[in-house]
């Protein structure tokens, strides 16, 4: 029997945590929560598995270091076995949790990592189109062996060379809950992507301010056939070029200042 220990970070996710850990029963050994200092009922969530599930889940205060150092100390947490990094705004789906009880039992391939498609919920509506799924990513490995880098849209480094292999199911990804919270991170992630870009010596032109915003559209709405996802798809995308947008100008704005 392999060892699963899930690790997740969090920050005011009251309205996510119960789901995500609700879905690592019988799935994770252990689970190991980092937050960097709620104030809503996440504590209270994850206290209240800690009194049903005796041993099973550890909670944990570290301030905040960036997305990639937060998750680099709570990775840290986790010495053996296996570790799957999930966000508390998503949860395994039922396919999936099959797929990893039976690796669990019949045992992981050495030398390798697992790859989740992750399937997105905006604002009540999953996304199929538009380059949101499937979205797949690393998030099974052997503990140990993997560190996160990046500022915004963090990404794994292995140690050493490793085989990938895709999971069957879904990972459930509960991205926003309104356009007005989109809106709001986007304008966030858009300015600090533009700060790292100019601190690794790019530039942006005036025509790539005009330009990559109408490329994101048209890649993402019509090439990628987002506008099947109806409405929900149209926004979507029309948001991420806004994101396109806001990025270039910001990067223009820092490379004449």
Not at 13 to 18: F, L, P, S, V, W
């Amino acid at each position: 029997m392999q060892h699963i220990t899930a690790v997740i970070i969090t920050l005011n996710e009251e309205r996510n945590i119960g789901r995500c850990l609700q879905s690592l029963i019988d799935v994770a050994d252990h689970v190991v929560v980092v937050d960097s200092g709620s104030t809503d009922a996440t504590e209270t969530i994850c206290r209240q598995f800690i009194e049903s599930h005796t041993g099973w889940l550890t909670f944990l205060y570290h301030a905040w270091e960036g997305y990639a150092d937060q998750k680099n100390y709570a990775n840290s947490m986790v010495s053996d076995g296996w570790l799957l990094s999930i966000d508390a705004d998503e949860a395994l789906s039922e396919p999936l949790r099959q797929q990893l009880i039976q690796h669990k039992q019949q045992g992981f391939a050495q030398d390798t990592t697992y790859s989740l498609c992750r399937l997105n919920n905006y604002c009540g509506h999953w996304l199929h189109h538009g380059g949101w799924y499937p979205d797949e990513a690393v998030r099974l490995w052997p503990a140990g062996t993997a560190i996160w880098d990046g500022v915004v849209h963090e990404t794994l480094t292995f140690k050493r060379p490793l085989h990938q292999q895709r999971m069957v199911g879904d990972l459930l990804h509960y991205t926003y809950y309104s356009i007005e919270e989109h809106a709001q991170r986007t304008m966030k992630y858009a300015i600090l992507a533009a700060e790292k870009a100019h601190q690794q010596g790019k530039r942006a032109s005036r025509s790539a301010i005009v330009f990559k915003p109408l490329w994101t559209f048209v890649n993402k709405y019509v090439m990628r056939l987002g506008f099947l996802d109806g409405m929900a798809g149209y926004v979507a995308c029309r948001i991420s070029a806004e994101y396109t947008l806001l990025k270039y100008s910001r990067l223009y704005e820092l490379n004449h200042q």
